[in-house]
C-alpha cells in the first residue's frame, strides 16, 4: 500500500514548456485534489475530482489542466509554462465516507524559468 | 476563500502545552473540523478531526466551542519535533471543495 504516489519530484521547465504531473493513489479514494504551495505561503486549491470522470475548478485553476479517467489517477497538465506557476504542487486524497483523512503524496517542486 | 482564521505565528516553550485556536464563524451544521500540520515542505499530515464533542487521540485534543464557531488544537506536552505550520480546515461529504487557510506557523523553543 503505497498510498499517494507523485511523479516527478523534482522539475525545470523554460517558459512555453508544458508537462503533466502525475498522481495515482493505491487506496480506492474517490475523492482527489491538487494543492500549489509557494514559498511561504499556505496551500491553493487548484482542481478536485469526486470520482472518475468529474473535476471541478477549485481557487487557482487558471493555467491547468486535470482529468480523471480512473479512479486511481489524476494527472495535472500545466500548458504554456508561467514563471508563476513556480511552486510545489501537492496531490491528495480522501474517502470521505471512511476515516475521513487526507493523505497527501511528497510533493513535485516545479520551477520555471 | 478559506473558510476558517489563525493566528500566523505562535511560540511555545519545550514542555508546556501549546494551544492554537482556530476561528469558523461560518461553520454549516454537518461540517467537521480537521486539524494537519505540515513540516518543513513535506505534505501535510492529518492530526484530529471533530464535529461537535471535544475529540482526543494520541497526538493532540481537539476543543470545539458549543456554538461551533471556534475551537482549539492542544498538544499536552510540546516537544521540537511539533515545530510546523498548524492547519485548521473545515468540510463534510457534500463539500468537496477542502481549502486550506494560510495557518499557524508554530514555534517551540528549548
Known amino acids: 500500500n503505497a498510498g499517494v504516489t507523485q511523479t516527478p519530484k523534482f522539475r525545470i521547465l523554460k517558459i512555453g514548456q508544458s508537462m503533466t504531473l502525475q498522481c495515482t493513489q493505491d487506496?480506492?479514494?474517490?475523492?482527489m485534489y491538487w494543492y500549489r504551495q509557494d514559498p511561504g505561503m499556505g496551500l491553493k486549491l487548484i482542481y478536485y475530482s469526486v470520482g472518475a470522470g468529474i473535476t471541478d475548478k477549485g481557487e487557482v485553476p487558471n493555467g491547468y489542466n486535470v482529468s480523471r479517467s480512473t479512479t486511481e489517477d489524476f494527472p495535472l497538465r500545466l500548458e504554456l509554462a508561467a514563471p508563476s506557476q513556480t511552486s510545489v504542487y501537492f496531490c491528495?486524497?480522501?474517502?470521505?465516507?471512511?476515516?475521513?483523512?487526507?493523505?497527501f503524496g511528497e510533493g513535485s517542486r516545479l520551477t520555471v524559468l | 476563500d478559506a473558510k476558517t482564521t489563525q493566528p500566523p505565528s505562535m511560540d511555545c516553550a519545550e514542555g508546556r502545552a501549546a494551544n492554537l485556536p482556530c476561528n469558523h464563524s461560518t461553520i454549516s451544521g454537518n461540517e467537521y473540523v480537521y486539524w494537519y500540520r505540515q513540516i518543513h515542505s513535506q505534505g501535510p499530515q492529518y492530526i484530529i478531526h471533530g464535529l461537535k464533542n471535544n475529540e482526543t487521540n494520541e497526538m493532540a485534543s481537539l476543543i470545539i466551542t458549543e456554538d461551533r464557531k471556534s475551537s482549539t488544537l492542544i498538544l499536552p506536552h510540546a516537544t521540537l519535533r511539533d515545530t510546523a505550520v498548524y492547519y485548521c480546515?473545515?468540510?463534510?461529504?457534500?463539500?468537496?471543495?477542502?481549502?486550506f487557510g494560510t495557518g499557524t506557523r508554530l514555534t517551540i523553543i528549548p
Open positions: 480546515i473545515v468540510g463534510d461529504f457534500g463539500n468537496e471543495k477542502l481549502t
Open positions: 491528495a486524497s480522501i474517502q470521505w465516507t471512511g476515516r475521513e483523512e487526507l493523505f
Open positions: 487506496m480506492n479514494h474517490n475523492y
